[in-house]
């Protein structure tokens, strides 16, 4: 079992910048590829960014690309999605989520495959 509690959501202005944080319980954080999705308001899940385990390799969704950066440290088991230039568009509830798997190099962007969700954190983005 593994929880996963995420943080640094808020309200800010377009152009502004925030950082999420998405902290997971127990000792196997390296076994898990992370990723980051978000839903809006009357809108489906959508996929934002994806990391392996070893955090070496990051995928992203085409409108956040350039925008956001996804890292990890496996040392304190915690995932980041530092976003800048945000648009209001960006609005959402982020939620991040575990895969357990055997690849160092793999990241998954399709949200059937992942195995612990967090509770989400909502952004807010102002015009």
């Known amino acids: 079992q593994v929880q996963l509690v995420e943080s640094g959501g808020g309200l800010v202005?377009?152009?502004?910048?925030?950082r999420l944080s998405c902290a997971a319980s127990g000792r196997t954080f390296s076994s898990y590829a992370m990723g980051w999705f978000r839903q809006a308001p009357g809108k489906e899940r959508e996929f934002v960014a994806a990391i392996s385990r070893s955090g070496?390799?990051?995928y992203y969704a085409d409108s956040v690309k350039?925008?956001?950066t996804i890292s990890r440290d496996n040392a304190k088991n915690t995932v980041y999605l530092q976003m800048n230039s945000l648009?209001?568009?960006d609005t959402a509830v982020y939620y991040c989520a575990t895969r357990?798997?055997?690849s160092r190099g793999s990241y998954y962007t399709d949200d059937v495959g992942y195995d612990y969700w967090g509770q989400g954190t909502q952004v807010?983005?102002?015009s």
């Open 56 to 58: 070496g390799i990051t």
């Open 66 to 68: 350039g925008r956001f």
């Open 13 to 18: 202005q377009a152009g502004g910048s925030l």
């Open 124 to 126: 807010t983005v102002s």
């Open 100 to 102: 357990r798997t055997l």
């Open 87 to 89: 648009k209001p568009e």
